[in-house]
C-alpha cells in the first residue's frame, strides 16, 4: 500500500465542513489544521482545502485519483442541480446558499447499511464511536504518519460475531440488528450486488426494509447517502420534519403532520432532486 497525492482546483462545489458535517458520513475527523481525515474502504485518506486547491494525501491499495472522483462524486455538475432547486423558492434558495458546498458521497453500501442502522436513535459522537470501535476490533489496521486507522470490517470478518460481543461495543438494543442483517446479507436473502444494479427505487427500498433495523428513514438514508445514490429518496427526521412543517405546512403540531404528507409536498415541489433538498434544508435548518 502506497502514499498517494492527488490535487484538484477551481472546485466551486467543494466545502469540508459542508460535506462531513451535514450528517451523511460518521468516519471523517477534523483536524487542527481544519482538514479531514477519514478510512475509504481499504485505505486512508487526508483532504485539506488551500485557497483554490483540494489536496488529497493518502495510503491506499487502489489508484487515489480514481477513488476520490468517485468517493466524492466529482464528475457530477452540482452547481447546475444548485441552480436549479434554487429557483424553485426562496427557502431552498436560502438552504443551499448555507450548504452550497455539500457534496453527497458514494459511500459504500455495505458500510452505510450498517452506519444508518447503528445511527437509529442515536448521536453522531456515540454513532462514531461505536463504528470505530467495530472497526477496531474486526477490521484491518492502517499505520500512517504515526497514528492507527482500521478498515469497517467485511461480512466475513462480521461473521462469527455474536450477539453479545456486539453489546460489549455500545451498541445497545442495536446488536441483534446488526447480528441479523449481517447474517442476511452472507447467506444472499438480501443479495447487496444486485441493489446497486436495481436502477427502480422502491424496488430496492422494499429490498432494504427487509434487513432488521431498516426502518423507512433508515432505508433512504442508505439510498441517498450509499453508492446507490438515489436523489429520488426523501429522508424523513425531527429537522425536516420540522423544517417542512415550518416553511410550507405550517401545523400548530409539527408531530401531527404524517410522513406521507411531507413525501407529497416534496415530490411536488423537488421532484427527482428531492434528497439533495432535503439535505440542504437539513443541514441549514440543524446548524441554524
Not at 23 to 29: L, S
Not at 42 to 51: H, L, P, S, T
Not at 68 to 83: A, G, Q, S, T, W
Not at 165 to 191: A, V
Amino acid at each position: 500500500m502506497k502514499e498517494q497525492i492527488y490535487i484538484i482546483k477551481n472546485q466551486k462545489t467543494f466545502e469540508l465542513k459542508d460535506i462531513f458535517e451535514c450528517g451523511q458520513c460518521f468516519r471523517w475527523n477534523e483536524e487542527k489544521d481544519g482538514s479531514y481525515t477519514g478510512v475509504i474502504k481499504d485505505g486512508v485518506i487526508n483532504v485539506k482545502k488551500e485557497g483554490e486547491e483540494i489536496i488529497f494525501t493518502g495510503k491506499c491499495q487502489n489508484d487515489l485519483k480514481e477513488t476520490v472522483e468517485n468517493y466524492f462524486d466529482l464528475n457530477r455538475n452540482y452547481e447546475e442541480i444548485k441552480e436549479k432547486l434554487s429557483k424553485i423558492d426562496n427557502y431552498l434558495k436560502t438552504s443551499i446558499d448555507y450548504g452550497k458546498g455539500i457534496r453527497i458521497l458514494n459511500q459504500d453500501l455495505w458500510e452505510t447499511i450498517i452506519s444508518f442502522i447503528i445511527s437509529a436513535n442515536n448521536n453522531i459522537p456515540r454513532i462514531k464511536g461505536i463504528i470505530e470501535r467495530i472497526s477496531k476490533k474486526y477490521g484491518n489496521e492502517i499505520q500512517w504518519k504515526g497514528n492507527k486507522y482500521y478498515t469497517f470490517p467485511t461480512t466475513e470478518q462480521l461473521k462469527d460475531v455474536t450477539v453479545e460481543e456486539y453489546r460489549k461495543l455500545g451498541l445497545g438494543f442495536r446488536d441483534i440488528r446488526l447480528y441479523e442483517t449481517t447474517h442476511k446479507i452472507l447467506e444472499k436473502e438480501i443479495d447487496i450486488d444486485k441493489l446497486k444494479t436495481n436502477s427502480n427505487t422502491l424496488e430496492v427500498r422494499e429490498e432494504l426494509l427487509k434487513l432488521s433495523g431498516v426502518g423507512p428513514k433508515v432505508a433512504d438514508c442508505i439510498l441517498l447517502f450509499s453508492e446507490l445514490k438515489r436523489f429520488d429518496t426523501f429522508p424523513i427526521d425531527v429537522w425536516v420534519r420540522r423544517v417542512m412543517n415550518d416553511l410550507y405546512i405550517k401545523e400548530a403540531d409539527e408531530s401531527k403532520v404524517s410522513k406521507k404528507k411531507i413525501e407529497d409536498l416534496a415530490e411536488a415541489k423537488f421532484g427527482d432532486l428531492k434528497g439533495l433538498a432535503q439535505q440542504y434544508l437539513f443541514y441549514w435548518r440543524r446548524e441554524n
